[in-house]
């Protein structure tokens, strides 16, 4: 009896291996994808940005002595107009912690009146630069300001874990 080298139990065996190795492809394929890292967005960077505000800020307290809700003016620094879709994410957020308010210039939240420009309602207003989103840590430099005498740039180090965003570090940035 003769054999051809594609016929018998050798066949067989490698018509075998080659459905094995196609099923599993087949659930590699099919099996869960990696799980999305957490990134900075503008959402959650700007929503970072303000908790780090609240907690470092000493209470404003009335003529009455009650701690009044903190006014809190945001701004990106490139005078561009924060996306409405971010304003309104940020702002709810924050909820009941801040009265939050988006100037689209800065001046737009100081009362120049006044000779020294403070924000306005006893306010504070955060100038935001530009940042590249998406990463897990970004870098944010941001200005303080409450007055002309009063105004300081700050770099905050913004750290993702899955859909918030804390500042892990503030830094006073030299002029």
Known sequence: MIFDRDSGPRRGARGFAVAAAAALAL???TSDPEPKRATVTPTNGYTAIVRWEIERSEPVVDADGNVETPVIYLAASSGETVDVRVQANVVSNIDDAAVIRFADHASDARDETLEDQPVKDDGVM???DDFEPDQ????VRIVRYQSIDDDNA???EV???DDVATVASATLAAE
């Open 154 to 156: 700050w770099i905050l």
């Open 27 to 29: 659930v590699g394929c």
């Open 126 to 128: 955060i100038l935001i």
């Open 159 to 161: 750290m993702a874990t």
């Open 136 to 139: 897990a840590r970004v870098e």
